[in-house]
């Protein structure tokens, strides 16, 4: 797991390389980009994280997006993707954590 890690792809259409919140490195080999989104740096940064969101998915990483309410969620629909909604007054770092491994053994199947 790298917290910062900068991804460069030529899969990438819209930027030649982002940086990722959480990068890991799965146990079958596969890689997840774990995205924090924080209301107030990303309210008008919709356009962006999806531009992110599908680069990242079009190079083969899968993508979770910890949207915090009250974002909207983005218009992504696609089999490595998902997006969680969390709450600066509810922090559960270590049950937000279960629920992307949830989530990443569920999308397994």
């Not at 531009?51 to 992504?76: F, H, N, T, Y």
């Not at 490595?80 to 397994?108: F, H, N, Q």
């Amino acid at each position: 797991m790298r917290s910062g890690e900068t991804i460069r792809d030529e899969r990438f259409t819209t930027n030649r390389q982002w940086t990722v919140d959480i990068a890991v490195t799965l146990a079958d080999g596969s890689r997840l980009a774990i995205e924090y989104d924080g209301s107030y740096w990303h309210a008008d940064r919709q356009d962006v994280d999806t531009k992110k969101s599908l680069d990242l998915l079009a190079a083969g990483w899968r993508v979770v997006r910890l949207r915090e309410q009250p974002l909207s969620g983005l218009s992504i629909s696609a089999a490595g993707y998902a997006e969680m909604v969390v709450y600066s007054t509810a922090i559960d770092p270590e049950g937000m954590l279960e629920r992307v491994r949830r989530w990443v053994e569920l999308s397994r199947s």
